[in-house]
Structures are given as C-alpha cells and as structure tokens.
C-alpha cells in the first residue's frame, strides 16, 4: 500500500478563459507525492472541473476567489461554492484512515459530497434535462439578462414540444444528426400550429446548437465511476447546423415622427406618458436596448458641458465580448427626458406590454405613414401595405436612433459603432435604405 505524505500537498485553482475571454472556468489542481512499492517518492497532480463559472475581471489570482462587485450579485455564492469545492477535496485525499489512491474513484467521491448528480450510463445524454440545467446556471451566473433566458427558455419550449410531437422525450444528444435537424426545422416552419418565420427558426436552432456545445465538454460520473462526456458528437460544430435567416421588414421612425411623439399631450394618459417617455429615452440616446433601460442609475451619468455622458455596461455582449461598455452623448430632449425621471429608469414594463402600448401610442398620435412590410408565415412570405403604427416595438427605438443619425444626421458608422456597441457588419443590418431619398441626399453633396 502507498504512503501518503500530507505534510507538503498544495491546492490551488486554475482558470480557463472562454466566452471571447470574458469569463472563467474554475479547476482544482491538488498536488501531493506518495511512495510506491520501491520505496520511491512519486509525484501525483490531481485536476477537478469545479463547474463554478465566473467573469474574468472579478477573479483574483493571488487571493484564489472572485472580487466582490455590485455588478454581480452572485459572486458570494460563487466563492462559496469554491470554499466547499477545497474542503472536500483536500478531505478526499487526506483521509487518514482511507486516502484516496485512484483518481476516478476520488472524482466519483467528490462528485457525491458536492451533491452533484451520479446517474446510470446514458442517463445524462438525454437532451432535455440538460437543457434545462444548462438555463439554470445561465439564469444564475449574474451575467446573462432576464431577457436572453427569456429566449432560450423560449427555444427549450419550442424544442420539448417538437419531441412531444414525436413522442420522445429521452432524445439523446448521440442521436440528434442531419435528418433531426432538418425534422424539427421542418416543424417549425410548416407543420406546427404556430409557423415560425425563418428568423426565429434559424435563433431557435441557434440556442439548440449552444446547448449542444456546452454538452461536448461537459463530463458525469456513473455509478461505477467513470467518467464520460455528455454528447459524444459533434455534429452541431457543422456551419451549416443553424439556417441563414430570411430577415422581414424592420421600420424606423423618422426625427420629425419622434418629435411629433414627444409634442403630443398626453397629461391626461400617465399610462401611455410613462410609455411614451421610456422609449424616447432610447430613441433619443443611442437606442438602448431593452434590456439595458431599466437599470441605469444616476451613477451612470457624468455631466458635460452640452449635457451628460451616459456609460452603460450592457447586458447583450456581457458574455462575448471584450468589452460590453457603450458610452452615449445626452442633450436636447433626451436631456430633458432623463432629467425629469431624475436620471434614472423609469418603472419597468414588460416588453410584451410595452410593445402592444406603442402601437396604440402611436395610432393616436397620428404615426400613420403607409410602410411596405414583409413577413414570414412559416416559409411563406407576405407582404402587405398598413400604417407604420402596426409594426412599432421597443426595438424601433434602437433602429431609429441609427437611421436618423446615418441619414437625417450624418454620423459616420464608426461614431454609431462608439455609442451603440455594435460591429460594423451588425450595424449594416440594422440600416434602412430608402433609394429614392439616398439619391436625393447624394444630390445634395454634389
């Protein structure tokens, strides 16, 4: 039998940056040396995924935890979670009675103290559960937006009712291939009742494929104590996995539009002011996004001699980018609109609300201009011609602040990259060109 000598072990953890080295992964090194049957000393390194995810500019290498931060709510319980990580493993290979000599079975031990689960064989590649696990740590890692688990749990229900139309619940990741793919987009766009447009088929599968990638390099133990990988295929690494979008119309409100909004009386409707007043705050100021508009605070202010600069650490991007801050000039009425909610979000509506109450702000207001529109039933696209009101969302905030500062304005692309946090080619996406009113603008540079 081996001697253990726990007088010089050491422990520490390592990191592993991912998500466009926006967050960590955390990892347990322990070390410690034993002597085998010759009596030579061997030198052991034991490494254990913690599952504890992090932001990378919270990690302190040297104090071995996360920064504290009002930014992120969850690190206490992250730290928590690395604190009791240490204990059991230490515990592990320092029993005195019994120390641990194989490194599978001190992972299955570890893996039954922290309370992690320790299924059958086959058990944790079922698709399902593990999408649904998979929006539980995203909903508490402290960096993904109420809305972005909004639309994944969205996807996970479109998916779940897609495997309850074939009557198999227990899909396995192994088996989701080519044919899988093309069925449920099959689905989704011609037989359920609800047709998604290719837009939202091509996100659903987009969340799908995420999922898929998280699987690939997450491990279980079994009950034997091996240790295996979740999904064993790579097919969602394939470029083709997710379908090109089929983008339909997208509207923007013109500057004389949004002056017209922000003129209009409405002092005997708080609800539709309050309404009002939250999308001008976006639409005036580099079009914020809804997930961001409800939690900016004083502190995100800094006065200028014109009026404020507004810094916003967005949520979109939090997880994917090198940098989510965006930094937004205030003056003139979105100055004003700030200023009256005392620099501060007003009350938050849902989006869903929201959207329905600026169609009908907008129809009594008189935003009636007759817009071409195209959209999706399914595969099919329709195209139809009815007052703009009909297609107003909080989102047209965001491509109006961008059209009225590239057409009415003339902002240069990389000035609207600078407040909106956008890359070029999103940025493209979001820019509404009409021709007739391009040549007539290109006249006037003549």
């Not at 495997?163 to 037989?191: A, G, V, W």
């Not at 939202?200 to 898929?212: E, P």
């Not at 090109?244 to 409100?253: D, M, P, V």
Request: hydrophobic fraction near 30%; include cysteine; charge should be positive.
């Amino acid at each position: 039998m081996r001697t253990f000598y726990r007088s010089n072990p050491t422990f520490r953890f390592n990191v592993e940056k991912f998500a466009k080295e926006t967050k960590v992964r955390i990892f347990a090194i322990y070390r410690y040396q034993s002597t085998n049957s010759d009596g030579e000393r061997v030198k052991h390194r034991f490494k254990y995924s913690t599952g504890v995810v992090g932001p990378i500019k919270q990690w302190d290498q040297k104090a071995q935890k996360f920064k504290l931060s009002t930014k992120f709510s969850e690190i206490t319980s992250i730290n928590k979670d690395l604190e009791r990580n240490r204990e059991v493993i230490i515990s592990v290979f320092q029993n005195t009675e019994n120390p641990s000599e194989d490194f599978t079975q001190a992972k299955f031990i570890i893996d039954v103290r922290l309370g992690k689960s320790i299924i059958t064989k086959g058990d944790k590649r079922i698709i399902l559960p593990f999408y649904k696990d998979y929006i539980k740590k995203r909903s508490n890692d402290g960096l993904t937006s109420p809305v972005t688990i909004q639309r994944i749990q969205t996807s996970y229900n479109t998916f779940k009712e897609w495997l309850e139309y074939h009557e198999n619940l227990e899909f396995k990741f192994d088996k989701f291939n080519r044919d899988s793919r093309d069925q449920f987009i099959n689905y989704l766009s011609s037989i359920r009742k609800r047709k998604l447009s290719p837009t939202t088929v091509a996100k659903v599968i987009r969340d799908l494929k995420i999922v898929m990638k998280e699987a690939l390099v997450s491990e279980f133990t079994t009950y034997d104590g091996k240790v295996e990988m979740v999904n064993t295929s790579n097919y969602c690494l394939n470029e083709k996995f997710v379908p090109e979008r089929q983008n339909g119309s997208k509207h923007w409100l013109r500057g004389s539009e949004l002056d017209k909004l922000y003129k209009y009386d409405l002092s005997d409707n708080p609800r539709l002011d309050r309404v009002r007043n939250i999308f001008l705050q976006s639409a005036y100021c580099g079009g914020i996004r809804i997930s961001d508009i409800f939690k900016i605070q004083p502190g995100n202010f800094q006065k200028h001699k014109d009026g404020y600069i507004l810094t916003v650490f967005t949520f979109k991007g939090a997880t994917t980018k090198k940098s989510n801050k965006v930094v937004i000039p205030i003056k003139g009425i979105g100055q004003e609109l700030w200023e009256t909610s005392k620099l501060q979000s007003l009350e938050r509506i849902s989006e869903q609300k929201l959207n329905n109450y600026l169609k009908e702000l907008c129809k009594l207001v008189g935003i009636d201009r007759i817009v071409n529109h195209k959209s999706y039933e399914g595969r099919k696209p329709i195209v139809e011609e009815k007052p703009i009101y009909n297609y107003v969302s909080f989102h047209t905030a965001r491509y109006s602040y961008i059209n009225i500062a590239l057409h009415e304005k003339g902002f240069t692309p990389n000035e609207i990259m600078g407040i909106t946090g956008q890359s070029l080619k999103t940025l493209y996406g979001y820019v509404q060109n009409n021709p007739e009113e391009n040549v007539k603008g290109i006249f006037d540079k003549m």
